[in-house]
C-alpha cells in the first residue's frame, strides 16, 4: 500500500532563517505531488504541483519554492522566511492512472517568530 | 474559472442530528468531485467521491450526490457523532485534470 510521509512534524524557526520541508511517497511510482499550506482558520492554498522529476508548476509568486530531485521526493524550500509563511504545511500524491483523488500526508506546522 | 462555494461554519449540532453541508461548483466541463474531512492537527483524508453526473458517493454513513443540474454536491449524514467534529472541505477536479481546487472548508461541531 501507499504511505506518505512529511518531517519535521512541527518547526519553530525565525524570520530571515531558511527552510526546508520534506515529503516522501512509498508503494507508487511517478506520482503527482502537491505542496498545499493551510493558514491558521482557513482553507487550502496550492503552492507547487509536480508531474514528474524536476517538473515544478508554481501556482502562487512568494518566497517559497520547490524541488523534486527523485520520483517520490518532494521538497519545500526559502532562504528567507517571513512572518507570512507561518502555517500548516500538506504535502499530497496522486497516482498518475486516471484517478484524480490525492491522498495527504500528516502536515509540518510552521511557526516563524 | 474553476471554483468550489461552501457554506460559512461553524455548523454545530447535538448528537444524532442531521447534517447538511452545502457544497456547488462552476459548471465547467464535468468535473469530478470530492468531499475530504481533516480532523484537528491531522492532514485531510478522502471521505467520498462521485465521477460523474447522478453518482453518489458515499463512505461512515456520510453521502453526496452529483447533481449536474444544480451544480450542487451536497455532504449529508443522518444521524452525526461527537467524533465527526472536524473540517469538511468539498473539492473539483480543474478543468486541466491536474489539480484539485478546494472550496474554503466548513467546520462542524457535535456536542453530546
Known amino acids: 500500500s501507499q504511505t506518505i510521509h512529511q518531517w519535521p512534524a512541527t518547526l519553530v524557526q525565525p524570520v530571515g532563517s531558511p527552510l526546508s520541508l520534506e515529503c516522501t511517497v512509498e508503494?507508487?511510482?511517478?506520482?503527482?505531488l502537491y505542496w498545499y499550506r493551510q493558514a491558521a482558520g482557513r482553507g487550502l492554498q496550492l503552492l507547487f504541483y509536480?508531474?514528474?522529476?524536476?517538473?515544478i508548476s508554481s501556482e502562487v509568486p512568494q518566497n517559497l519554492s520547490a524541488s523534486r530531485p527523485q520520483d517520490r521526493q518532494f521538497i519545500l524550500s526559502s532562504k528567507k522566511l517571513l512572518l507570512s509563511d507561518s502555517g500548516f504545511y500538506l504535502c499530497?500524491?496522486?497516482?498518475?492512472?486516471?484517478?484524480?483523488?490525492?491522498?495527504f500526508g500528516p502536515g509540518t506546522r510552521l511557526t516563524v517568530t | 474559472g474553476d471554483s468550489v462555494t461552501q457554506m460559512e461554519g461553524p455548523v454545530t449540532l447535538s448528537e444524532e442530528a442531521c447534517l447538511t453541508i452545502?457544497?456547488?461548483?462552476?459548471?465547467?466541463?464535468?468535473?469530478?468531485l470530492f468531499w475530504y474531512v481533516q480532523y484537528p492537527g491531522e492532514g485531510l483524508q478522502l471521505l467520498l467521491k462521485?465521477?460523474?453526473?447522478?453518482d453518489k458517493g458515499s463512505n461512515k454513513g456520510f453521502e453526496a450526490t452529483y447533481r449536474k443540474e444544480t451544480t450542487s454536491f451536497h455532504l449529508e449524514k443522518g444521524s452525526v457523532q461527537v467524533s465527526d467534529s472536524a473540517v469538511y472541505f468539498c473539492?473539483?477536479?480543474?478543468?486541466?485534470?491536474?489539480?484539485?481546487?478546494f472550496g474554503t472548508g466548513t467546520r462542524l461541531l457535535v456536542s453530546p
Open positions: 452545502n457544497c456547488t461548483y462552476t459548471a465547467t466541463g464535468y468535473p469530478s
Open positions: 509536480s508531474v514528474g522529476i524536476g517538473q
Open positions: 499530497a500524491w496522486r497516482s498518475n492512472r486516471r484517478s484524480y483523488e490525492q491522498y
Open positions: 462521485a465521477t460523474k453526473a447522478d
Open positions: 508503494g507508487t511510482s511517478n506520482p503527482n
Open positions: 473539492a473539483r477536479l480543474n478543468t486541466g485534470f491536474q489539480k484539485l481546487v
